[in-house]
Nanobody
């Protein structure tokens, strides 16, 4: 099982990035998919989630700015991040959660400069 996250980088405040996470080795379509982030000195927090039925949920801090989506044909989950703020700076991790198991990607760094 592998979750490969990509798309992080350095962006100015107000800019956009799109993160991708491609999964292999799992029955992708039946898993709930999540994006977490961890800023320096802080605990990991859930940013966005999408169920196998494509129901989405967001942390209050990113509502209206971030959009999570999934493409089951490509085994990929995305996180479109708009209107980025310096406080969005963190390592972003993708997560696939089934009824009995969970898998993590390696993380991708997002840095938002002011």
């Amino acid at each position: 099982v592998q979750l490969q996250a990509s798309g992080g980088g350095l962006v100015q405040a107000g800019g956009s990035l799109r993160l991708s996470c491609k999964a292999s080795g799992i029955g992708f379509s039946i898993f709930g998919l999540n994006w977490y982030r961890q800023a320096p000195g802080k605990q990991r927090e859930l940013v966005a989630a999408i169920t196998s039925g494509a129901i989405t949920n967001y942390a209050d801090s990113v509502k209206g700015r971030f959009t999570i989506s999934r493409d089951n044909a490509k085994n990929t989950v995305y996180l479109q991040m708009n209107s980025l703020k310096p406080e969005d700076t963190a390592v972003y991790y993708c997560n696939a959660r089934g009824s009995m198991t969970a898998y993590w990607g390696q993380g991708t760094l997002v840095t938002v400069s002011s």
